[in-house]
């Protein structure tokens, strides 16, 4: 039908038949999702799909005010959110404590058991999907928010970006629908998915996700759920948190129903009447996990009956009625065909081996970090030889050992350079140190290093201006530091490779949002060796304006809550380099303002006071206490001094109990401290 007819017949609907036709399309389009997404039977071909969907779109751009948050066109398109809100979760979401061999798992099921007496135990066997954890909130059956886990107890607000998860359902199907249910389960990457999006982006010379895991995650936090939604990320569920309105007695009975509701399980699931039916699941994807189509890296084993996890309750971090058994690392056997020399942001030169590409764990591997050239000598590598490589779950793939067995005699050593191979200066390696660097500030590699730190996400957040972007940047000069981002022109930007109109306008908006940030992000952003986001936090906490830290002196760095000589001594390193100073006062007169931590506004007993935790919290996990603190205006440090107001004390407290004690600060305990919080 040509498109002005179709429009036509659209608006000649009333208003009311447009409403059950909006429905419709609605349910017909959630179905199609689902056999296609959850169930991967589609029923119609996509043109078929694409048809319904442009028809609901139609319809709802006549008549706006018939669109929903739960509408199928409401996948895609929310506009980008600044930045994640928090989300408190109504129940944690815990983790799980790993055992590496079959003999732990064991010893796991012995206590299990111990604990139940002569009760009768089931056990659920799922994989353990290596994604990113998320808690799916349906109200009365309608999907409200998706978080991230976080610390666990407080998350981040990732409802847009989860809208555009095809396996997520916006609507429970159920016949039983809770009025409130905490869905619980792993977002991830097929291991095809991920390999696409790394050649994508080797294409475009960006750096390339370590593994499917981090590009799961990655993909999440997007700042633009546009972005989110061209990555193809789907999601097993696997549990729930709070439920109000829904009785289910096992975990079995809990799957069934999600299953029931329109989630996506695993079908590898399988329920073990006895220990050794979850030892033969464990040996089977032991040896099976490569032919899986995502990363999975253990086996997880729950017990079945709620009563019985109840009863086995959990520590301050996991629940003990369940385990994970990781899978060991697996390795390969490859050729070294050249070892390169990356140079980083701090000058640090990183031998990295050039393999033939080879399978490990469905994720092919191209190179293998060598740490540093007391690594190569060690393990004696050289150019040429075979070698065994491994991937254990979230690290960078790294060489074993050597297969010297099957050296020619043709292998060539490696020589560290002694020239920097990005910019030709000396390197320099100090006694002691491990570590070879470029001692060349202006060296092209580590400007590129600090610029894509500045504009990280944890740092000054501009999302636009990534790998590709900077790189043309400073190869054409138009920038040559961080503050120079803040004059670049529309232009300039033009003159770039594949720069339209509209794309150079996004990047100028993005710069120019990033100037509103935050004392701690720009201290970040700086990349001062040794300040991470939570050294940045202290600093801001104490210093209150960048120009303060600027011109303190390093005794006064020192004497900061939390802050040792290292840390110190390279802060006021970083500040006595007038290039530093010229580029932070730059940055302010071009417009950054970071604003000051919010300390006035809390007028609570712990505002602006100096807590100092000690040995193991009962109650509550020990960064959870740290947090509830800073929320209410305290900071936090990790050593007493003369300053500090107060030391909150768990079990068996340390050194620092006596040094309290000796300086005469108030010593509270657990209880005492969430009193205080409270009043
Ligand atoms: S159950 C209270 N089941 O593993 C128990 N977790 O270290 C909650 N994970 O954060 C976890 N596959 O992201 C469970 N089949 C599975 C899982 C699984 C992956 C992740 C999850 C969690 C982490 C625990």
Not at 633 to 639: F, K, Y
Request: net charge positive; proline share 5%; charged share 25%.
């Amino acid at each position: 039908m040509p498109r002005t007819e179709k429009a036509k017949k659209l608006s000649s609907l009333t208003k009311s038949q447009a409403r059950k036709r909006v429905q419709e399309l609605r349910e017909a389009i959630d179905r199609h999702n689902y056999l296609y997404h959850v169930l991967d039977q589609p029923e119609i071909s996509d043109q078929e799909y694409d048809r319904l969907f442009r028809q609901l779109q139609n319809l709802e751009r006549e008549l706006p005010d018939l669109v929903t948050p739960d509408s199928p066109t409401q996948r895609v398109g929310a506009p980008p959110s600044q930045a994640f809100a928090p989300v408190v979760h109504r129940q944690p979401m815990m983790s799980l404590a790993n055992v590496f061999s079959e003999e732990e798992l064991r010893a796991w099921a012995r206590r299990v058991q111990g604990a139940l007496g002569s009760q009768r135990i089931r056990y659920v066997c799922e994989l353990k999907f290596d994604g990113t954890a998320v808690s799916l909130t349906y109200e009365n059956g309608a999907f409200v928010r998706g978080a991230t886990r976080g610390d666990g107890v407080q998350g981040e607000d990732v409802t847009s970006n989860l809208r555009t998860v095809r396996s997520i359902p916006l609507r429970l199907h159920a016949k039983r629908v809770p009025r409130f249910v905490e869905i619980r389960g792993e977002v991830f990457l097929s291991k095809r998915a991920f390999e696409a999006i790394n050649r994508d982006r080797g294409a475009a010379g960006a750096p390339l996700f370590a593994n499917p895991r981090n590009a799961a995650a990655g993909s999440l936090r997007q700042l633009d759920p546009k972005v989110t939604a061209s990555r193809p990320l789907d999601v097993f569920v696997y549990g729930l948190g709070a439920v109000d309105g829904l009785e289910v007695a096992s975990h079995e009975a809990a799957l069934a129903w999600m299953k029931s509701a329109g989630f996506k399980l695993n079908p590898n699931t399988a329920v073990a009447g006895t220990l050794e039916d979850v030892m033969t699941y464990v040996t089977r994807w032991t040896e099976e996990r490569g032919k899986l189509p995502f990363a999975a890296d253990g086996v997880v084993v729950k017990v079945n009956g709620f009563r019985q996890q109840a009863e086995l309750g959990a520590t301050s971090q996991a629940p003990r009625w369940a385990v994970a058994y990781k899978f060991p690392a697996e390795q390969a056997e490859t050729r070294i065909n050249d070892i390169k020399v990356y140079v980083g942001r701090t000058g640090a030169l990183t031998p990295v081996a050039d393999l033939d590409p080879v399978g490990i764990s469905g994720v092919t591997v191209t190179s293998a970090t060598l740490h540093n050239e007391d690594e190569v000598r060690r393990k004696d590598v050289r150019i040429g030889d075979w070698v065994v490589v491994q991937r254990a779950g979230e690290v960078i793939p790294e060489v074993v050992r050597v297969l010297t067995e099957r050296r020619s005699g043709s292998e060539r050593k490696f020589v560290m350079p002694k020239t920097c191979p990005e910019c030709g200066e000396p390197v320099h390696r100090p006694e002691g140190e491990a570590v070879t660097r470029c001692t060349n500030a202006a060296c092209p590699a580590q400007v590129l290093g600090r610029l894509l730190l500045f504009g990280s996400r944890g740092a000054m957040n501009i999302d636009r201006v990534g790998y590709k972007l900077v790189k043309q940047l400073l190869d054409r000069g138009m920038i040559s530091d961080a503050a120079d981002l803040y004059g670049l022109t529309n232009a300039q930007l033009l003159t770039l490779e594949r720069m339209g109109e509209k794309s150079a306008q996004n990047v100028l908006d993005s710069i120019a949002s990033s100037k509103k940030t935050t004392l701690p992000r720009l201290l970040y952003a700086l990349g001062i060796r040794h300040v991470g986001s939570h050294v940045a936090e202290v600093l801001a906490d104490h210093f209150g304006d960048v120009e303060r830290l600027m011109q303190a002196s390093f005794e006064e760095i020192r004497d900061a809550p939390g802050i040792g000589p290292t840390i110190a001594r390279s802060i006021a390193e970083f500040f006595q380099q007038s290039e530093n100073r010229r580029i932070v006062k730059k940055l302010l007169a071009a417009g950054v303002r970071p604003a000051a931590p919010r300390k006035a506004e809390y007028r609570g007993p712990l505002a602006g006071k100096r807590v100092v935790f000690t040995g193991a919290l009962a109650r509550l996990p020990r960064t959870r206490a740290e947090a509830l603190a800073k929320e209410h205006g305290a900071i936090v440090g990790g050593s007493v001094s003369s300053k500090t107001d107060y030391l909150v004390t768990g079990e068996e407290p340390g050194s620092k109990l006596d040094r309290a004690r000796k300086l005469k600060i108030a010593i509270l305990n657990e209880k005492e401290f969430e009193k205080l919080v409270r009043s």
